[in-house]
């Protein structure tokens, strides 16, 4: 991974990446242009931000956080408030500044709950994260004048002050404005990587008793980039509390800080658009899976156990782990071992698939809808065998053919990689 974390870098600061950025989502509701793509897009570029202010913590400083939800969730409910005092006042506040609010509401509990939970690491202050996570939940249940008990608080986004006769109504409005801020904030925390604080916090992650001996206080660094990324969630909360109007105690919950965790990792929290491809992977499965099984949360969890056991680096890892290989034209001698893998993990993910299904049925639904189920278009009954067996046998085949077929990937696999290994200026480049 070290020929890839050098090429992040000068990938990012070329001008065209950017501008290429602006363009794809200045062009996505042109090509996808139903309301619930547009509904899905919106919620991408939220998670993208709160994603990746989760990342200035365990990526770029190494705090593992549980509780990250809790600056995401006091940005929405500010900013909802904001909305309602906006709008009762008629002050001459437009809507694009709203997030503002919710920024400067997590940057607020940045500090307060910073101050505390960053003068420990590693699993002290992810334990600390985790109890002060819970206790904004349990006041979410309990301050009803601020959170609104379980109901929430609700806004409408389309009273405060319109410019140019915009009135945000139109999720197409709506999504230009997440995308302008999603662009901005991805940006300035770029930017913030790049300085010589974004370094010292690589620092403080690899070795923190080095950067102290240099003369560095790593409870310092700690702090100030917690400050900053509770700016962004909180920022993120805000465009979530003009997007549904509405804000609840699940915005502050465990749950949530749960989902951001998986974004980062599946992503990849060792490169900085890891955290990106993750909130843009796992927000269209949720909205997928969640119309087409009751097990999706399964599917997440054994989603998650996969990349940590096989992809440690996630997707962006994945990725930059064949960028070499595309630039040395050596990417085509590992393909057709990878076409030889994909059948055994498909046979795999099949029996996989019909294993949790059947028992998902049999366990929740043979009570209401009787044993009888389709998967695949294929009617059966859940309390007979024969489905039993066959995904049993899907599974088997599926990992005996891979054990047996890894040895011909890691052929190719050092057979692809032995030019980079013998040239690594070029792979480098």
């Not at 790049?194 to 620092?203: D, I, S």
């Not at 700690?222 to 549904?244: D, E, K, V």
């Not at 929740?364 to 809808?369: I, N, R, S």
Request: charged share 10%; net charge positive; with cysteine.
């Amino acid at each position: 991974m070290s020929n890839t974390t050098m090429q992040e870098p000068s990938l990012l600061r070329r001008y065209w990446i950017w501008a290429a950025i602006i363009l794809v989502m200045l062009a996505l509701p042109k090509i996808f242009t139903s309301g619930a793509a547009l509904t899905t897009m919106c919620l991408m570029g939220i998670m993208v931000i709160f994603s990746l202010s989760y990342n200035m913590l365990l990526g770029q400083t190494g705090m593992l956080s549980f509780g990250h939800a809790v600056y995401y969730g006091l940005g929405g409910f500010l900013a909802v408030h904001a909305m309602n005092v906006v709008t009762a006042g008629k002050l001459p506040i437009p809507l694009p500044l709203v997030p503002l609010a919710g920024g400067a509401m997590g940057l607020l509990f940045g500090i307060i709950f910073g101050s505390v939970s960053t003068r420990r690491a590693g699993t002290a202050f992810a334990m600390i994260s985790l109890g002060l996570g819970e206790l904004i939940f349990s006041l979410s249940l309990i301050l009803r004048g601020f959170f609104g008990g379980e109901e929430g608080v609700t806004a409408n986004r389309t009273k405060l002050l319109r410019l140019f006769d915009i009135s945000f109504g139109p999720q197409i409005q709506v999504y230009y404005l997440i995308a302008f801020w999603c662009f901005i904030c991805i940006a300035a925390m770029y930017a913030y990587t790049r300085t010589p604080l974004g370094r010292m916090c690589n620092a403080v992650r690899e070795n923190p008793e080095r950067a102290e001996f240099v003369g560095y206080s790593t409870q310092m660094i700690r702090f100030i980039t917690f400050c900053a990324s509770g700016f962004f969630a909180g920022i993120a909360g805000g465009l979530a509390a003009i997007n549904f109007e509405l804000m609840n105690a699940i915005n502050v919950s465990g749950g949530q800080s749960g989902v951001v965790l998986l974004m980062a990792y599946i992503g990849g929290i060792g490169l900085f658009y890891g955290p990106i491809l993750g909130a843009i992977l796992v927000t269209l499965l949720q909205v997928m899976l969640s119309d087409i099984t009751g097990a999706w949360l399964l599917y997440f969890g054994l989603l998650f156990i996969v990349m940590v056991m096989f992809a440690p680096y996630g997707i962006a890892g994945l990725l930059a782990m064949h960028l070499p290989l595309l630039q040395n034209r050596t990417l085509l001698r590992i393909l057709p071992a990878y076409g030889l893998m994909a059948v055994p993990a498909a046979l795999g993910f099949l029996g996989l698939v019909v294993l949790i299904e059947t028992a998902h049925h049999q366990l929740v639904k043979t009570a209401t809808d009787g044993p009888a189920m389709k998967l695949f278009g294929i009617a059966y009954q859940s309390n007979v065998a024969a489905p039993w067996i066959l995904a049993l046998v899907l599974l088997g085949a599926g990992l005996y053919l891979g054990k047996r077929f890894a040895p011909v990937l890691l052929r190719a696999w050092n057979d692809a990689t032995h030019p980079v290994q013998a040239h690594p200026a070029q792979g480098r480049a």
